[in-house]
Every structure is written in C-alpha cells, then in structure tokens.
Nanobody, 120 residues
C-alpha cells in the first residue's frame, strides 16, 4: 500500500469549493508538519498551506478561503485541503507533503499529485 493516496481533484466551477484529501498509511508520523503545494502548467511548485508548530499557515493567494486540517482514525490519519471561492488561477496539480517532525520543512513523503481544473 502506498504511504499516501490523494483524492478529490477534478473539474471545479469558478466560485465553488473543492476539498482534497490525502489518506496515509501507518508509515507516516501524524505528529510531524504537513503541507499542501500546487503546480500550475509552466510554473514552479508553490506553497499553499501548512500545519506545523502553532496554527496553520496559508499562502497569500489563498488566505481567507482555505483550510488545512487532519482527521485521525486509530493509527492512520487523513490530511484535507478545503478551498472556497475557487478561481481560475487555483488550477494545477496539488500535492500533499509530510515531514517527520513538527518544526521541519523537509518533507519526506509526498502524494502522487492530483489535478484540479477550474472552469469559468
């Protein structure tokens, strides 16, 4: 079983909401930092949101319309990204990432990437 499995992408209407999820196996520590990144065609991968020490951190481009949170079930957990009022510039491939400690910015585990397209 892959350590991380992403789901929830697809075509979203502009102005609507999307929710992405990353289901993890027991190999990934639940007490490390975790984040979402995205990559638009022809652009570099960019930071979207992070759960680490203290509260969550969000990129300016999504601030006010994004939530990152996790749900724990027994010895596994799922990381979610909720994005509201979706814009065309939100389109791209989204990746979840996991570090092994709460203070770390070195993400050892990555999801396979999931495509999000936005129609206007």
């Amino acid at each position: 079983q892959a350590p991380v499995v992403e789901s929830g992408g697809g075509l979203v209407q502009e102005g609507e909401s999307l929710r992405l999820s990353c289901a993890t196996s027991g190999d990934i520590p639940s007490n490390g930092a975790m984040a979402w990144y995205r990559q638009a065609p022809g652009k570099q991968r960019e930071f979207v949101a992070r759960l680490g020490v203290g509260d969550s951190v969000h990129a300016p481009s999504v601030r006010g319309r994004v939530a990152i949170y996790k749900e724990t079930l027994k010895n596994t957990f799922t990381l979610f990204l909720q994005l509201d009022s979706v814009k065309p510039e939100d389109a791209g491939v989204y990746y979840c990432a996991f570090a092994t400690s709460l203070n770390s910015y070195e993400y050892r585990y990555w999801g396979q990437g999931i495509q999000v397209s936005v129609s206007s």
